[in-house]
């Protein structure tokens, strides 16, 4: 049971590059989140999936997407880096009522 | 709109008592969560609650009063690996996203 699980841990691209993001659980949890984190800063939510097929904005959608590929995997691609990208992204899932979120390790961008 | 307001800092002396507090605004919640983080760490979850009163996880406790919009983790027999920040979080009634105060910083002092 290795919970939930980012690729890749660390990156650096250039301004302008793509790149995708990507997040999987094997707890079998219905809803996954991205957030970004800023240095010193608390989480802001990026894009969320309440369930299987479903993805809504959240506060920080602008510059990204997203795609729930099936019940454990929730990618997020950012097509054009922009160097205010630059944070340590983490995705999370949740069971239905219960309120315990469990992170993944987190994915640390770099933008030049 | 809906906000949680957390102090940005709090300093405490190992082996003390400490309390982290978390006043909101929103329109409707679940439950109010706490969530510890250490330094180039992933959040991890620390406690819940959902209905006002006290809860007690060893070390930890965590108040809530809906009247008063408030809330508070507190932290007994303070440990120097105590030292992280903490960050309260409510889930939206009308959805499932979840809203997060901006962290306190827990600085220990020996």
């Known amino acids: 049971n290795a919970g939930v699980t980012q690729t890749p841990k660390f990156q650096v691209l250039k301004t302008g590059q793509s790149m995708t993001l990507q997040c999987a659980q094997d707890?079998?949890?219905?809803?996954m989140y991205w957030y970004r984190q800023d240095p010193g800063m608390g989480l802001r939510l990026i894009y969320y999936?309440?369930?299987?097929?479903?993805?809504d904005k959240g506060e920080v959608p602008n510059g990204y997407n997203v795609s729930r590929l099936n019940k454990r995997e929730f990618s997020l691609r950012l097509e054009s880096a922009a160097p205010s990208q630059t944070s340590v992204y983490f995705c999370?899932?949740?069971?239905?009522?219960?309120?315990?979120?469990?992170f993944g390790p987190g994915t640390r961008l770099l933008v030049l | 709109g809906q906000s949680l307001e957390q102090p940005s800092e709090v300093t405490a002396v190992e082996g003390a008592i400490v309390q982290i507090n978390c006043t909101y605004q929103?329109?409707?919640?679940?439950?109010l969560s706490w969530y510890q983080q250490h330094d180039g760490g992933a959040p991890t979850f620390l406690s819940y609650?959902?209905l006002d009163g006290l809860e007690e996880t060893g070390r930890f406790s965590s108040f809530l009063s809906r009247s008063d919009s408030y809330g508070y983790l507190l932290l007994q027999e303070l440990q120097m690996k105590d030292s992280a920040s903490y960050f309260c979080?409510?889930?939206?009634?009308?959805?499932?996203?979840?809203?997060w105060g901006a962290g306190t910083k827990l600085i220990i002092k020996p």
């Open positions: 979080a409510v889930r939206d009634i009308g959805n499932y996203q979840l809203i």
């Open positions: 999936s309440a369930s299987e097929g479903t993805t």
């Open positions: 929103t329109s409707g919640f679940y439950g």
């Open positions: 999370a899932s949740i069971e239905g009522q219960q309120e315990t979120q469990y």
């Open positions: 707890m079998n949890h219905n809803s």
């Open positions: 609650n959902a």
